[in-house]
C-alpha cells in the first residue's frame, strides 16, 4: 500500500465557519464576528461594529456547538482516524488580553477532544484560524503589537497544558502566508487583525511584514513551549499551498513566477528553518521594512523550528510579468491570468489535481519535512432530492483526482505525508465569501445563505465513498 498503515484519514473544519454561538458561555466578540456575508461578486464588509441590518454569518455558523455530539458521531460512522479543528480564541480569552482563561470555553473543547478520542479520532488542532480577539485589533493594533506575541504564548500555552494527553497534532496559524495579498482587507484582517482602510500600498506592505514578523517569533516560542509541556506533541505550521505557475516560457514570465513563490512561501522558510532567507531580507532592507527584529527574536525562531509542514490545496494560478514593470513585484493575485489548459470551479477556481502532487513536490524539495494535508476541496452548490438524498458526483470526482495524485507523490516520488483532511467535511460558512450555499462537506446542513434552516444533517453520496476510500487505505478510489 502507498499509504502508511497510520496514515490520518480525516476532515477539517475552523471554529469561526462551524460553530456558532458566538456571544455563548461567556464568548467573546472574534474579528470573524464583524464580517458580513457576501457572494463571488459582492465581497464582505467589515464593519467596526455589530449594525442590526447587516447579517453576520459566523453568529450561526452551522450550529456545531450544539451539534458536535451527532457531527463526531457522523465523522466516526466514515471512520475518521483524525478530525482538524481550530479553538476560538475568544472562547478561552474572551478579549485576548484576559488574565484568567474563560473555564466554559475550555470544558467545551475538552468535551470534543473526548467525544473525538472515544470513537478513536485524533484532534488535530489549530490555534489561531482566523478568529483574532476584535479587543486585540481595536486596543494594540492587531498583529502590528509586539505585545500580541505575549497574549498569544498566553493562549498557546493555556491550551497545551489544559488539553495534554488529548491533543497529539497542532498547528500554530492557519494560512499566515495568505497575507501577502497586503491589498485585501479581508486577508489582512484574517490573518494579522490588521484594518487597512486609508492605508497607501507601501504602508500596508510594511504593515505586513511587521505583524508577520512577531506572528513568526510568536510560533516559534509556541513551538517551544508546546514541546516543554509535552514532549510526545508534534506542532507543525500551515501554508496556503497555491503553485504559481508562468504563463509562457518567455524569461520574464518565469522569473515573475520564481519571484511569486518566493513571496509567498518565505513564511515557511522561518518556521521550517528558524531563520529569513537571503532574498526577503535583502528585500526588506532596500525597502526599510521590519524595522523592529531583536536578536532575542531571532534566537527565538531558531529554537523553535516546526515539526511539519501543514497545507491546504486548492488550484494553482498562472501568472504574467508585467512588460512595464521588470521590478518583478508581487501582491497576492493581482498578476494572475486564466489558464487555458485548465478547467474551473463555480466559483472561479482552477481544477488542477496535477498541480497538488507537483505542490507536494515543491515543498519535498524545499523542507524535507513530513507534510500534512490539511485542506482541500471544492466548494459546490448541492441539491437535496425529495427523498433527501444528495448525489454531489463533482465532489467525488474533484476529490479522487486529487487523492490519485497525492498516492501518485507518496508512491512514486517518495514523499512523506502524514494524512489527508478534506475542507469542510461538514458543510460550514465559506471564509471568502460567508456563503453556506459553498459547500464542501460529506456532511449536509440544513440552512441556507442567510442561516436559514432546520440544520439537520444528512449524508450526501461523498459521504459512502469516502468511508470506503479510508477503509481500503486510499486502495478503493
Known sequence: MPFKKDFLWGGAVAANQIEGAWNEDGKGISIADVVTSGNV???????????????YPMHQASDFYHHYKEDIELLSEMHFKCFRLSIAWTRIFPNGDDKEPN??????YKKVFKECKKYGIEPVVTLSHFEMPLNLVKKYGGWCNRKVIDFYIHFAETCFSFYKGLVKYWMTFNE?????DYNSELSMLADSGILIKGLSE????????QAAHYELVASAKAVQIGHGVDSNIKIGCMINMTPQYPFSCKPEDIFQAQKAMQRRYWFADVQVFGKYPNHIETYLKQNNFRKDITEEDKLSLLDGQVDYIGLSYYNSNTIKAKSNNLNFKFVGSELNVENPYLKKSEWGWPIDSLGFRYSLNWLEDHYHKPLFVVENGIGMHDSVTKNKAIH?????????EH???MRDAVEKDGIDIMGYTPWGCIDLVSMGTGQMSKRYGFVYVDSDDKGEGSFNRLKKDSFYWYKDVIDSNGEKI
Open 403 to 405: 487523492i490519485l495524485a
Open 41 to 55: 461578486h459582492n465581497p464582505r464588509e467589515i464593519t467596526s461594529e455589530l449594525e442590526p441590518n447587516k447579517y
Open 103 to 108: 473555564y466554559k470555553g475550555l470544558e467545551f
Open 202 to 209: 507601501k504602508e500596508r506592505e510594511n504593515k505586513m511584514y
Open 176 to 180: 499566515i502566508n495568505n497575507q501577502t
Open 392 to 400: 454531489d458526483n463533482y465532489r467525488i470526482e474533484y476529490l479522487r
